[in-house]
């Protein structure tokens, strides 16, 4: 029966190709547009680690003095000042932690046909593999004991390696950044990051680093800051160990907690900790502020999503709306028009049911249509964006479950409109219809 | 004359066709309105004064890897051979590139530090005497640097002690008086005004204070700083692909990135605006198309359904011109309440985007103008079928179907 109603739908679209084509036409451009604006959005809104990000958290201490204020919605700085990282990275507590910041340097190698370059590069103590799940193609991160002497060594992602050591095994190799020879012991696979929500500093859709490096080394070697660097109140800061004792805040801290108890632990340490600082003369302030954010809470708070994208999603769904109204229009005029043929079918014995049915798969037909285009006008949208906006490469892209909820969106659409028509047009008492024939 | 009357009483017996094309309308002027207003609001940011001749400028950063050469020594040896380079106006180092979204800010104060005192948030820039007129910046008052006051140094210990800093920032700083000669503190660096720039930008655009900028003339490189460049806006992209090599053979432990012409970085760092507006433009464009195929759409299959009427109509007399003008009178009355409607929703949609985004009060002019449009939009969508309906022979109306 089903067949045959689709036979039927076909009909009644060639029987009116032009009022069809527009109908077809509306719910592709809505479709179209929706999708474009909702496949940013999802993209930019997804989980990055959906297995760990309500384990993940990032550690912020409200370190000014009463009276100081910072640009964020709840007045506390983004990163930590270098002493609280490294105490808070040294202290005894549970669950994994880690320090970071970023940094880069100019790259090359004992070949020549490899011309100097420069890279940006993460400064992380090693639990940053485990915690933000990199895997390693070849060879393996640095040791605790590596990371507490600042050994010069270094792991470089795939891509760097493909470029430095033509895609081989180069654990082992020696690379020369700013000068300073360091020994390559891993490389990581691919890491396909659409949000880079371990540092949102600089740019949320940045690709990762390419280059690790053990935390300790930006104190043993004195290397800059890549990152932000924030002061708030007046330092005399004219040396780098100045720096690294100053209140100024350039480093993140993450720590991964397991479970609610761990999480509970590790707040009293924290309120422990700011008031040992306080009785050594730092946190001058009535109340003590710390906060953990995970890592969709982070994403939320250092709004990844722009306004711009909530915006324009908010508006192609108004669009939607739109073309809903636009083919409601035209689905109940078309409908009604049919309405002495339905009689006939009626007269003969077709169910309300029936009749109302048919009239719901012509209607998903036109959806199904119109969902299909809508994707061809997408991709076309999101080529669009990547044109105009390379910085958003990875992310104006329709992953599957776009690509599935395209026609999902069409259709049902179309059925939400069509419900309207359809029961008016079943409703046709048979006997007007007969008679004036 | 216009047959309101009879028109409404029509309408009535199809109330739900018209009310759709009445939300449609509605909703359209609602979109249009806000996304007009938002998109104008863009081209202003886009399209802002920058102080700069950003077409005839180039920047470039320099990381410098060996170690057999002091920096600032080497980059005043660049500095010089940028400026002996055939086509290039002047050549200057910068701590960062202005309207390229990477800079320093801190607070300028009338007093030093930690003394309390009027202060402003001001991006500065470290650079030298030629920074002016490589940047073609123009002086409201004062001087440029001296060669002397430049300081080409190594040790963090050495300060500079005279700035130029920008009208905008004088006027905050300084409300009452002239701020020529007058001193300013960046923490507790007393630094002597000796120049008024008219206009120049920072290095962000969007920051709360774009216009308050300083130049400060002091040298100290560490490891990696820019280049800036002037040139005949001809010449610029000959010299852009040139400029790594020279840098190179003049020494070539280093590597140079990011050689872009200001324009350049200032596209770059305006990308995203630019998407937004023009995704708002094909949006409301197609919005507009949408709605107006709809209502040329069931103009047609109204008329389709009248053909009877309309052709004994004729027979009894009308016009084609009355024929014309009835399916416009019906179409500019449902458009009528339907513009009503969206002025109201727009107004309502203007609101709620004040309330969650940073976004200023939609000015009602914009909602009239895009009234405008949308009615003559939807008169055009109407004529072309009318024009059809009105060619309908009378002698329809003699046959039965």
Redesign the interface.
Known sequence: MLLHYFDLSWRSFKRTPLVSSLMVLAIAIGIGVTMTSLSVYHMMASDPIPSKSSQLFSVQLQIMDDGNTWWTKDNLPLQLTYKDATNLYRANTEGKRLSMLRSGFSIYTDSDTVKPFSKSARMTTPEFFDMFQLEFLYGNKWSQQQEENAAPVVVISEELNERLFAGENSVGNIIYLDNESYEVIGVTKNWPLVVKYYDLNNGAFNEPESMFLPFSLVEARELGNWGNTNGWKHEDVRSFKAKLQSEMVWVQFWVQLNNAKQKQDYETFLMAYMEEQQKRGRFNRKELIYSLRDVNQWMEYNNVISEDNKILVALSFMFLAVCLANILGLLLAKFLRRAPEVGVRRALGASKRQIFLQHLVEVAMLGCFGGLIGIVLAQLGLWGVRQSYDYYSSIATMDITMLLSAPIIAITTCILAGLYPAWLVCKTNPAIYLKSQ | MLEIKPIFHALCRSK??AL??L??IA??T??VS??AF?IEDKVSYLSQETGYPEDEIFSFHV?????DVSSHQQFELDESMLRGLPGVIDAAYISNTPLSGSGSS?DFSINP??EPGLSARTSYFFTDNHALNTLGLELAAGRNFNESEVIVTDN??QRADVTIITQALADELFPDTDALGKTVYL??IALKIVGIIKKAKGPWLKDSRPDSVALIPYINP???GNFIVRTDASQRAQLTSTIEDEMLKNYD???I?TIRGLDEAKESYM??????M???I??IT??VL??A??IF??T???I??RTKQIGTRRALGARKSAIISYFLVENAMICGVGLILGCIAALLLGQL?MQ????AALPTSYIAGTAIMVFVMSLLAVFGPARRAANISPSIATRTI
Do not use: C, W, Y
Request: aromatic content about 4%.
């Open positions: 739900i066709g759709l094309l939300l449609q909703i359209t609602a979109i806000n996304a938002i990381m410098l890897f060996g170690d801190s530090a930690p963090n210990e923490g507790d560490n490891i990696s432990k280093r590597v990135v990308a995203q605006d630019t998407l937004m023009r995704m708002l094909v949006l197609i919005l949408v709605t195929l709809g759409g069931l047609l299959f109204n389709s359904k985007l969650h985004f940073s976004i």
